[in-house]
């Protein structure tokens, strides 16, 4: 694809989503909140669990763009 051509900076056609382009349901932002707040608090382990296609994947990313954005380790 000519990304140039059709002024896009990236690929659209991705086969994983970009965790910059994420919108979270409510159910998802409550669970980030919940498991950002763990970690804050010294917890290092965390199990997300869901059927097929809810959004774990996508909650993973986003927690993990989001502890690589604000430099926490």
Same mark, same amino acid.
């Given at each position: 694809?000519?990304?140039?051509?059709?002024?896009?900076?990236?690929?659209?056609?991705? $086969?994983?989503? @970009?965790? /910059?382009?994420?919108?979270?349901?409510?159910? #998802?932002? !409550?669970? =980030? *909140?919940?498991?950002?707040?763990?970690?804050?608090?010294?917890?290092?382990?965390?199990? $997300?669990?869901? @059927?097929? /296609?809810?959004?774990?994947?996508?909650?993973? #990313?986003? !927690?993990? =763009? *989001?502890?690589?954005?604000?430099?926490?380790?």
């Amino acid at each position: 694809m000519d990304l140039a051509y059709w002024r896009l900076s990236q690929n659209p056609y991705r $086969i994983t989503m @970009s965790p /910059g382009h994420v919108s979270l349901l409510p159910s #998802q932002a !409550l669970a =980030a *909140q919940q498991i950002s707040r763990a970690f804050v608090q010294g917890e290092r382990v965390g199990i $997300i669990l869901g @059927s097929a /296609g809810i959004g774990k994947t996508s909650l993973a #990313q986003h !927690l993990v =763009a *989001q502890v690589e954005a604000e430099g926490m380790h």
